[in-house]
């Protein structure tokens, strides 16, 4: 996460720091992040009832190795994508960045909801209509994305396309990963996270001045945030829930929300800093314990 920056101040941006952690600061992401986490234990709630299974990923199986694989084969995807963002950064390409960005948020959207309508849907309605009704939802969602990824100084409209996007990978996630990979993928992406931002692709990001992210990026009061820090917020608590019950959503919550401040509180001396590590390592210690 990061305080989002003018191009023409970015030659000044340590020139606020320290930044004082008041409310007015902290309010926005803590209430983005615990909405985004009450949404998706509820999907993972109608998932759990239903009667529509989805089968878990393991490419590489399930023993400890093999979740390994699991997870690196997802942090290397993420990473390429990255490399591909920073590529047409560097060479100045940005039109064709907000292009690539639309068609393949709205895509994501449209096939994540009709996916979880499709397994969801039939909790609440039977098998009456599902189809048509998923079909609905995911051409509405992948329209409203793909409108928000064009629109980016609508910051509301922003802000409620990271929702849903954060949202339905989250429990996309959650229904799909089981242990050990479910584990091992959140201290992945952290460490990967670390890197990516003060050494990596992210760095390029941050610092180019350019907002090309969309709704991969939600602008949350004076902070920017990314759409995976939201989704592993999320994420793991859903996970709490399908693992252990409510007892398991309400413990991972606590142990993620403690992190997310902590993480706010390192932003006190610096414009930047990886939003994954301190809560996703506290947040599956917590599962940890529960599972």
């Given at each position: 996460m990061?305080?989002?920056k003018k191009e023409?101040?970015?030659?000044?941006?340590?020139?606020?720091?320290?930044?004082?952690?008041?409310?007015?600061?902290?309010?926005p992401?803590?209430s983005?992040?615990?909405?985004?986490q009450?949404?998706t234990i509820l999907?993972?709630?109608?998932?759990?009832s239903?009667r529509?299974?989805?089968?878990?990923?393991e490419?590489?199986?399930?023993?400890?190795?093999?979740?390994?694989g699991?997870?690196?084969?997802?942090?290397?995807?993420?990473?390429s994508?990255?490399?591909i963002?920073?590529w047409?950064?560097?060479t100045?390409?940005?039109?064709?960045?907000?292009?690539?960005?639309?068609?393949?948020?709205?895509?994501?959207?449209?096939?994540?909801?009709?996916?979880?309508s499709?397994?969801?849907?039939?909790?609440?309605?039977?098998?009456?209509?599902?189809?048509q009704?998923s079909?609905?939802?995911?051409?509405?969602a992948?329209?409203?994305?793909?409108?928000?990824?064009?629109?980016p100084?609508?910051?509301?409209?922003?802000?409620?396309?990271?929702?849903?996007?954060?949202?339905?990978?989250?429990?996309y996630?959650?229904?799909?990963?089981?242990?050990?990979?479910?584990?091992i993928?959140?201290?992945?992406f952290?460490?990967?996270d670390?890197?990516?931002?003060?050494m990596?692709?992210?760095?390029?990001?941050?610092?180019?001045?350019?907002?090309?992210?969309?709704?991969?990026?939600?602008?949350?009061?004076?902070?920017?945030?990314?759409?995976?820090?939201?989704?592993?917020?999320?994420?793991?608590?859903?996970?709490?829930?399908?693992?252990?019950?409510?007892?398991?959503?309400?413990?991972?919550?606590?142990t993620?929300?403690i992190?997310?401040?902590?993480?706010?509180?390192?932003?006190?001396?610096?414009?930047?800093?990886?939003?994954?590590?301190?809560?996703?390592?506290l947040g599956?210690?917590?599962l940890?314990?529960?599972?």
């Amino acid at each position: 996460m990061s305080e989002p920056k003018k191009e023409e101040e970015s030659d000044d941006k340590k020139s606020n720091l320290p930044r004082p952690i008041t409310l007015k600061l902290v309010l926005p992401v803590v209430s983005f992040t615990l909405l985004a986490q009450m949404l998706t234990i509820l999907l993972a709630i109608g998932y759990e009832s239903g009667r529509v299974r989805i089968p878990p990923y393991e490419p590489f199986g399930s023993s400890v190795p093999g979740s390994v694989g699991n997870s690196l084969t997802l942090v290397a995807t993420v990473f390429s994508f990255t490399f591909i963002l920073v590529w047409l950064v560097r060479t100045k390409r940005i039109n064709l960045i907000k292009r690539f960005l639309t068609i393949f948020i709205s895509f994501t959207s449209f096939f994540l909801t009709l996916l979880l309508s499709q397994v969801i849907l039939p909790t609440l309605t039977g098998f009456a209509y599902v189809s048509q009704i998923s079909l609905t939802l995911g051409l509405a969602a992948g329209i409203l994305i793909g409108y928000s990824s064009l629109k980016p100084n609508a910051k509301r409209l922003g802000i409620v396309a990271s929702l849903i996007l954060s949202v339905e990978v989250a429990t996309y996630l959650a229904i799909i990963l089981r242990p050990p990979t479910l584990f091992i993928l959140p201290v992945a992406f952290a460490l990967y996270d670390l890197y990516a931002v003060f050494m990596g692709p992210l760095k390029t990001l941050i610092t180019s001045g350019q907002s090309v992210l969309g709704p991969l990026a939600a602008t949350l009061g004076d902070l920017q945030i990314g759409l995976g820090d939201i989704a592993f917020y999320a994420l793991l608590p859903a996970a709490g829930f399908i693992l252990v019950g409510v007892s398991g959503a309400v413990i991972t919550i606590i142990t993620t929300n403690i992190g997310l401040l902590l993480t706010l509180r390192m932003l006190r001396n610096r414009p930047s800093f990886p939003g994954l590590p301190i809560p996703v390592l506290l947040g599956t210690v917590g599962l940890l314990l529960l599972a």
